[in-house]
């Protein structure tokens, strides 16, 4: 045993194990580790947690109220504020959020001033009254389950009760979190042990009291499957998880749905599989699952990755209501197609789907034609599919009194941005509802996540960047609150034309927006993979290339459309690659050593170019002795037969972009061996 493995479990008399029922201890909260509350305003609604990396948050159904967890410190090197867990909480109003100054700390129950929070999640009740949240620490086997109380007028949350729990394998992790819509209990999943074995939990807790809690692994033999999608109806008497294991051809393992009641006792747990059309030999991933908010409906995605199947995705809808333990679940729809989905969402009703389109970045949406037996598919770019990076979760947005329901998309890479459409069934246009600058640095955004509250509509993203300056890197963990707008839709959809050529180049049409509306003025500039950005200036809304260092390149062009109480749209257009300069080469031949630059038998020719001319070409070229063709390589070597005779060369010169040319150079008659 190591010394560290041996410290764990010497204190492990404040730990509890999770086998059968767990035995368990509470931990008083001492007055020093809560802080003192106090409020900040934060005008763009944008909450900086400094050096933290670890984020989560939930948000009341109204939108009023959001809380946040994240690790206090994230420094690189050990710290005693490493294991603190923080609670931030914020009220939000139309156009802002008052946060609090210095949040509440938990104790994270490290082993030294080296641990730190590894993962994290929380949850809230509808009327975001009652707050439960979950945490692990790097290398140490346990999991700490604690319950808040929002303080009485807005006041601090108060701490109800703090669990901790063993488990004896490595690592929690892959926290998935759910609570009823009143708050009296919640539900969470979990992965435990190496990556090779790892072993799935779940557990459902009162939150009155976490005594009545009990954590099981998901049972099945072999390698437990791993849980990606848990939910809890909105009485707290109905709980499902949703797992999956990457495929190994086994149709009993492939994909799992586990089912029960009340406080999900062993006895209680239904264990079902989808039939064998879902999973007969499939070995894939992209996985992703929604139910609906009725919880009716179960959709389920994945990709099949397999000789017979390259980049095959099947989709189901089921009904989880009808569950036998042990027995195949007949899917209500189904479908399969080429491509590879992204995250699925249900709308209000449960009768529709969408999902990210990864192929083709783009908005893929279903109508689930349930009686059909099937999933009719219509495939929607939405408008502007270049606004739009590669990354991204999608979301479902309820309606409002003044917006139907919409779905919300956030894309990140460097950094952050979540849009918003016009409508669910048939998006037409989106609009920017907020944005996050990364670190820089070429480090991408981290640990994001898109959450919308249930009534108002108003969006919480959270997420963490990684920057580097003299003293090291660091990762900074924040949340974006966004209110409720509208979408602007144009009555003429912005667009360019021309191929973006020398002769036809490219013309922007800005479109028809709304009255009122503010369309800004166009940046254009070229692109491509080797340069940086160079702006250009087009002739009115065309431009047209003229230079050489443009073909290739392509012209990028992109404004915005703003207006009161409306999302500002972003629009975005990157045209084909320029092309259509003529070469014009400049052709000589070297090697030639008789009088006036005439060739000598003996005389090796070779040529060269200069001109204007792609750095890159291809040539053919083609030496003759009169009409006859006596060579095509880059040289030529004069014999006596060609004593009195004119040597001629004719080069073409090609490239992908560029017009191609041919040019041809005659030489003085040869003459007999010089010197």
Known sequence: MTPRKLVLALVSATILILAGLPAQSAIAVAPSQVVSHGTSFEPDGLLDHGKGSMISSAISASGDRIVTVSNADGATTCSSNQSDLVVRWGLVQQNSTTWDSTGLKLPGNGIDGCDYIYETRVVMSDDGTKIAVIWSMNNVSAITVATLQ??????????????????????????????????????????EGNNSTPVGHY?????????????????????????YKISLSDDGEQVLFVTYKYGDGNSSQSQVVYTCSALCQPSKLKRFTLPAWTVSNDSGGDFSVDLNRQGTRLAISWSVWSASHPSLTKVVVVDPRTVQSGVNLA?????????SLGQLTFDSTGTRLAAINWGATKVTMWSARVS???????????????AFAVGGQLVSVPASATTPERLALVSYVSSAQVFVSDSFASPKAWGLAGSVAGGGNGFGMLNCALQVSRNSGRLVFTGSYISIDISGWHQTAGVLVMGSKGVLVPSVSPKITGLATVSSGVTLSQGTWPAGSSVGVASWRTTDWMNPEVPIAPTGKTYRPTLSSEMGARVVIDFSVTKDGFYSTPVKFTSAPMSGLPIVPALSVSGAGGPGGAPGVGNTLAYSTTGTVPQWFGTAQVWKVGTRTVGTGDTLLVTQAMV???ISLTV?????????????????????AVG
């Open 150 to 191: 929002w303080g009485v007028n807005d006041a601090a949350p108060v701490l109800q009760e703090i669990r901790v729990f063993s488990s004896g394998l490595e690592q929690p992790r892959q926290f998935l979190m759910t609570m009823s819509a009143d708050g009296s209990r919640f539900a969470a999943s979990w992965v």
């Open 372 to 386: 059909s037996q099937n999933l009719l598919t219509n495939q929607l770019n939405g408008l502007y599919p270049e």
């Open 203 to 227: 557990a459902v807790f009162d939150f009155e009291s976490l005594v009545s809690g009990t954590s099981r692994a998901f049972p099945g033999s072999g390698v437990a499957p791993v849980s």
């Open 652 to 672: 073409t010169y090609s490239n992908q972009n560029w017009k191609s040319s041919s040019k041809t150079l005659r030489l003085p008659a040869v003459v007999a």
């Open 331 to 339: 899917p209500l729809a189904k479908t399969s197609f080429s491509g």
């Open 644 to 646: 009195g005779k004119v």
